[in-house]
């Protein structure tokens, strides 16, 4: 190890504000460490801290690597760092697992066949080639063998393995669709999400000078948020840090909801066995919420069996108590959520001398399923509450709008092969996979972009004259477009150029020809027009930003908008500093934290999530397990409440297009709430707050009055 730069804080400074049990997490460096970190309970600060006192030990850095789940939970943790450690924050490794695998692939993904420019195909451009692969032309089945193929390869199998221990003959005949989709992914030269995880550890596992030099390279290596990592995450770990075992995982068990897509708590559970040395900390003094909040966080996941026992405790006092809230339907909870959120902020105006002022983006409400915001987004339009809905899927993220941001990406960036590749199968145009697949290696050979081949004088020697005709003529296309992009100027002409382009690709036949419903297709192509509407504005220099205000600028040119299209998935990174409600679904909402919640829809049914089984065909285990996940995720949803919590259930909920008697969840008996607590009514409490304002309103005219001094405004 080099020595720590001299102008590297003193280790008291990187220990300052840490209590006992986070300082031992810290400053234990020379082996394998498990951080059981409970709900609020200060991770973040342990890794940033032990960030800097890894730094301070000696070791670069350049050496470190901190590893999350999110985007960004990385931007966070990165900021902290560089407020504790200064400059030197910015060598630090600080991504997450699939930027790592992104990185390791554009070193040495050579060993394994794949150029530096690969593209990374999305979920939509997965589905398109395994409809392909699979010979169908069903989305919602290609779907299906999409999350079977991601299992595998989440839990390390290829198409060969997977067969080998296929469980019937369906998965049989996925498994081959499998090999068919990893021949086509090599011929385009394109990974896909799982790949970013399962080629690293293929490439550490299978070249022995790769795996050495990324060993030497590291020095240590903390994971954020342990409990979600999969089966290929974990060997992929233990490949990274060797022998040596220098790494700090920092997670809770209590906190594992991602069962579903592939995270298992048997990593959580291989650590002792796989390094015996292993220190484990736990960090129980929770810095969120108040004690009767975390109360009834700890009685919910008191019956899940435990790897590590802990329990929570805050020394933020009681608190308010937990609110169970019955409601008669979805329609009667969402305005008992409008009359919790009015009051709350009416109480807070009436405290505001002290502080204790109540902003709308300080409330938030969290629910299982998506569905379910609808009711609390017209309440909350009725009474003219800003809100915002987090879980959902983006508009930019819906499989239309992609396709025409590939070309439009295509169109300002030639050299973009993935955009390539979905611009050019989206409509489809007879060009297949074999045709491609060798357009892929012929450019790979000649150092090209796929476009760029397209017009080669040598592609003949290696493609059909039929094919290369097919191929010039899609890039002919493309340059026109580019052409007339660059002359089109004003919101009139965008219209204009948007709606013959459509016309002329003939993407409204393609999307009812790809639809079994046509209520569907008329949806989608509802939001292609809303897209090219966008566009148009933005060309006529009329733009919503993220506040809904709008500004006017200078006319742009279409060409010039759609250079900027790299940017759309990033306009709602900004929405967290919007002064407006948070309606989120509680995996959304893992992480996060707000000082107001409302857990909405608590039965049984919703939370837990069908948990009948008529079929027979799960096993009682199973069904166990999912129990465990589902109380997990009520754990995390009470333990992003700081300071109140209100917990609604109904007594009748929609099921399908029936209305059906509804359960209250288990979830709230296992609360074990004190017989004090407050089965309230969000209303009655309101009209008793507005009462209080009348009367201090009052008061305050008959004292000015009195005084002679000019009457006080009333609080909105």
């Not at 032990?50 to 901190?66: F, N």
């Not at 450690?85 to 697992?97: D, E, L, R, S």
């Not at 809770?252 to 292993?278: F, V």
Request: glycine share 6%.
């Amino acid at each position: 190890m080099s020595s720590p730069p001299s102008s590297f804080p003193a280790a008291a400074l990187v220990n300052a504000g840490l209590n006992l049990a986070q300082q031992e997490a810290v400053n234990y460096l020379h082996g394998p460490c498990l951080v059981l970190a409970g709900a609020g309970s200060g991770k973040t600060r342990v890794i940033t801290h032990k960030i800097g006192r890894l730094i301070q030990s000696g070791l670069k850095p350049e050496q470190i690597a901190a590893i999350t789940f999110t985007n960004k939970a990385a931007a966070e943790m990165r900021e902290r760092a560089k407020t504790l450690i200064g400059k030197q924050a910015k060598g630090v490794v600080i991504c997450t697992f699939h930027a790592l695998g992104v990185r390791m692939l554009r070193q040495d993904g050579a060993a394994l066949g794949l150029k530096k420019q690969f593209s990374i195909l999305d979920s939509d451009d997965v589905t398109s080639i395994l409809k392909d692969a699979g010979g169908s032309t069903d989305a919602a089945t290609a779907r299906q063998w999409q999350w079977t193929i991601s299992r595998w390869k989440n839990s390390g199998f290829n198409a060969a393995q997977a067969e080998a221990q296929a469980s019937g003959d369906e998965e049989r005949v996925i498994a081959r669709i499998m090999a068919r989709y990893e021949e086509r992914l090599s011929a385009y030269q394109s990974v896909d999400f799982d790949d970013l995880i399962g080629l690293p550890l293929k490439l550490l596992r299978e070249h022995e000078a790769v795996r050495s030099q990324w060993q030497a390279a590291l020095g240590h290596v903390l994971v954020d948020e342990y409990q979600d990592t999969n089966a290929t995450q974990y060997e992929v770990l233990k490949l990274l840090v060797g022998p040596r075992g220098r790494f700090t995982a920092v997670g809770d068990d209590d906190q594992s909801i991602y069962g579903w897509r592939g995270a298992t708590l048997d990593n959580l559970k291989k650590l002792p066995q796989d390094y015996p040395n292993l220190k484990v900390v736990k960090l129980e003094q929770n810095y969120r919420s108040t004690s009767a909040i975390l109360r009834a966080a700890n009685n919910v996941i008191g019956p899940n069996p435990k790897l590590f026992p802990k329990t929570l405790f805050s020394e933020l006092g009681e608190g308010e108590p937990v609110r169970v809230v019955d409601c008669d339907s979805e329609e009667h909870e969402a305005e008992r959520v409008v009359a919790r959120i009015q009051s709350l902020r009416a109480e807070g105006t009436l405290q505001a001398s002290g502080g204790q002022y109540r902003e709308w983006k300080d409330f938030c409400v969290l629910y299982r399923a998506n569905h379910m915001a609808k009711p609390f987004e017209k309440a909350f339009r009725k009474a003219n509450i800003p809100y915002k809905v987090s879980g959902g899927q983006s508009f930019f993220d819906r499989a239309e709008i992609k396709d025409l941001c590939s070309w439009m990406v295509l169109i300002s960036n030639n050299d973009n092969n993935a955009a390539f590749i979905r611009a050019i199968k989206t409509p489809k145009r007879g060009i297949g996979h074999t045709t491609l697949g060798a357009l892929s290696t012929f450019a790979d050979q000649s150092r090209l972009s796929l476009f760029e081949a397209l017009f080669s004088n040598s592609l003949g020697s290696s493609l059909p004259a039929k094919a290369v005709g097919s191929l010039q003529e899609f890039g002919r296309t493309i340059n026109d477009l580019e052409y007339r992009a660059r002359r089109c100027v004003g919101a009139e002409d965008a219209r204009s150029f948007l709606n013959d382009w459509l016309k002329e690709i003939d993407y409204e036949k393609h999307l009812y020809e790809g639809e079994d419903s046509e209520k569907v297709a008329a949806a989608r192509w509802t939001n292609v027009m809303e897209f090219c509407d966008w566009m148009a504005k933005r060309c006529g220099g009329q733009i919503d930003d993220v506040a809904g205000a709008r500004t006017t600028q200078e006319t742009k040119t279409m060409l010039e908008v759609v250079q900027t299209i790299a940017l759309l998935s990033t306009i709602q990174a900004s929405e967290g500093d919007q002064n407006v409600v948070t309606l989120s679904t509680l995996h959304a909402a893992k992480g996060l934290e707000w000082p107001h919640v409302v857990l909405a829809g608590v039965n049984e049914g919703l939370l837990p999530f069908k948990l009948d089984d008529k079929s027979g065909e799960t096993s009682e285990e199973d069904l166990a397990l999912r129990l465990q996940e589902e109380r997990r995720l009520m754990y995390v949803g009470i333990t992003r409440a700081q300071r109140t919590l209100a917990v609604n259930w109904l007594r009748r909920r929609k099921k399908g297009r029936e209305t059906v008697a509804g359960v209250a969840s288990r979830f709230i008996a296992e609360m074990a709430l004190d017989q004090a607590t407050v089965r309230e009514d969000p209303r009655e409490k309101l009209k008793a707050l507005r009462a209080e304002f009348a009367q201090k309103s009052v008061a305050s005219r008959a004292a000015a009055a009195a005084a002679d001094l000019p009457a006080p405004v009333r609080p909105a």
